[in-house]
């Protein structure tokens, strides 16, 4: 079963930032919080990970709240294309071995003109 | 990047018959991940397919059902046998490559839209 729970659906209005929170309460030390989006008919795309530290990258960023067991994905322009599902997965990293990509129900985000 | 080619990309299959579908990626890797996504749903993990030795498979899969080769480092069969409506799906194949110390990102091919009738 997939360890995190996020709202099945959000809004955001065109060019402006869009919010997505997730809970993984019971996040182990050694797991990583990752985010993917599905756009209709394609394959999952990698947005960006985590441990601890909030992160950036040039297609979103990732804020880890201090205990590790919430975060919240920001896309801080959204355009009519980044409307998709998008996943919060965490999954452990150690040596030699990667945990499975686990996807939950994930959020159906609508971007609106 | 990884470039994942699946064949075919979409089929309408007779129920008790099989498919097979091809999974080529761009360059070598260790794992070959098989996924199913159905209709309105979110993606489920068949199983996992190390080159060289049995395919792993996840609760409620089984090797009869959902066989799978991996004969090299670029390349997978993941082959739905016996198919009923139920099995109408998406299937998906997927690499991971290493993105940055203790990270990874995974690529997934385009999939492939199965119909049973």
């Known amino acids: 079963d997939a360890k995190t729970t996020q709202p099945p659906s959000m809004d955001c209005a065109e060019g402006r930032a869009a919010n997505l929170p997730c809970n993984h309460s019971t996040i182990s030390g050694n797991e990583y919080v990752y985010w993917y989006r599905q756009i209709h008919s394609q394959g999952p795309q990698y947005i960006i990970h985590g441990l601890k530290n909030n992160e950036t990258n040039e297609m979103a960023s990732l804020i880890i709240t201090e205990d590790r067991k919430s975060s919240t994905l920001i896309l801080p322009h959204a355009t009519l294309r980044d409307t998709a599902v998008y996943y919060c997965?965490?999954?452990?990293?150690?040596?030699?071995?990667?945990?499975?990509?686990?996807f939950g129900q994930g959020t159906t985000l609508q971007v609106k003109p | 990047s990884a470039v994942i080619s699946q064949k075919p990309s979409r089929d309408i299959c007779q129920r008790g018959t099989s498919l097979t579908i091809q999974c080529q990626v761009d360059s070598q890797v260790t794992m070959m991940f098989w996924y199913r996504q159905q209709p309105g749903q979110s993606l489920t993990l068949i199983a996992t397919?190390?080159?060289?030795?049995?395919?792993?498979?996840e609760s409620g899969f089984v090797i009869d059902k959902f066989p799978i080769s991996r004969p090299n480092l670029t390349f997978s069969t993941l082959t739905v046998s016996n198919m009923s409506p139920e099995d109408s799906s998406i299937y998906l194949c997927?690499?991971?490559?290493?993105?940055?110390?203790?990270?990874?990102?995974?690529?997934f091919g385009q999939g492939t839209r199965l119909t049973v009738v």
């Open positions: 997927s690499v991971e490559r290493r993105v940055r110390a203790g990270g990874t990102e995974a690529f």
């Open positions: 997965i965490v999954r452990v990293h150690g040596s030699g071995n990667t945990g499975k990509l686990i």
């Open positions: 397919a190390n080159q060289g030795s049995e395919a792993t498979y």
